[in-house]
């Protein structure tokens, strides 16, 4: 087996974008083949005592217009009236449409008293950061969306988990529209991010 080298890895970390359902092509379908390789790259992420704590809900087709219905009444019903915003609702009811696949990605909680919640949740990120960077790889666009109605009891009960579920984001994923130029994005200058620890330094707290 030839790995990617660290150049290629690099290109494709960097390459990927957040790609807005608006930019992606809703008539093109993602083949069944492929969603479910993505899916699968997802579950080699790293998980705290082999839990493997994810559960993937496919929609597409016209599951996604009872998705977008779904997460409309779901805003309505549990949105108190201070935070209530129409372009919120409205685009809950386009987004859906907007791209071929909607996998809303669920924390499914196996760790018992063993593993705790916080480490299964980054275990889904990490899931999460696999399943987009291999649909970069297949040149589709992805975009993780997390509306605070996903943590609603309401929701949980509408997609069927349990009360120790988390749906910890809505990924869409689709072709890119044609004619899209791939968004720009930037970081911070690394050394802004990194302490070294080389020299000796004391072992006592120097406040005690
Ligand atoms: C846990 C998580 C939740 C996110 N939820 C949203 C969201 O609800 N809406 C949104 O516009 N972007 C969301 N994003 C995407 C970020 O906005 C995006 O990653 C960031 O702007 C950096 O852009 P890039 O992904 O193109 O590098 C989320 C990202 C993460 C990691």
Redesign the pocket.
């Known amino acids: 087996m030839t790995l990617p080298s660290l150049a290629e890895t690099t290109a494709l970390i960097r390459h990927?974008?957040?790609i807005?359902p608006v930019d992606m092509d809703p008539q093109r379908p993602v083949e069944a083949a492929l969603l479910t390789e993505l899916l699968e790259n997802a579950t080699w992420a790293p998980n705290h005592g082999m839990t493997e704590p994810w559960h993937f809900h496919i929609f597409q087709g016209e599951a996604r217009q009872t998705l977008a219905e779904s997460l409309q009444n779901l805003y309505r019903q549990t949105t108190p009236a201070a935070e209530f915003r129409e372009d919120k609702l409205k685009k809950m009811g386009e987004n859906p449409l907007l791209a071929p696949v909607i996998v809303a990605c669920v924390m499914e909680r196996k760790g018992g008293n063993k593993i705790p919640e916080q480490e299964e949740l980054e275990a889904m990120?990490c899931a999460l950061q696999n399943l987009m960077l291999s649909a970069t790889a297949a040149g589709l666009a992805s975009?993780?969306?997390?509306?605070p109605v996903l943590e609603t009891p309401e929701f949980q009960t509408w997609l069927g988990l349990q009360n120790t579920d988390r749906c910890?984001?809505l990924m869409y994923l689709g072709w890119p529209r044609p004619g899209l130029s791939w968004?720009r994005?930037v970081r911070q200058p690394i050394a802004n991010k990194i302490t070294w620890h080389e020299s000796a330094i004391s072992t006592t707290n120097p406040n005690a």
Not at 143 to 147: D, L, N
């Open positions: 990927r974008r957040s807005k990120a975009f993780w969306s997390s509306p910890v984001g968004p994005s």
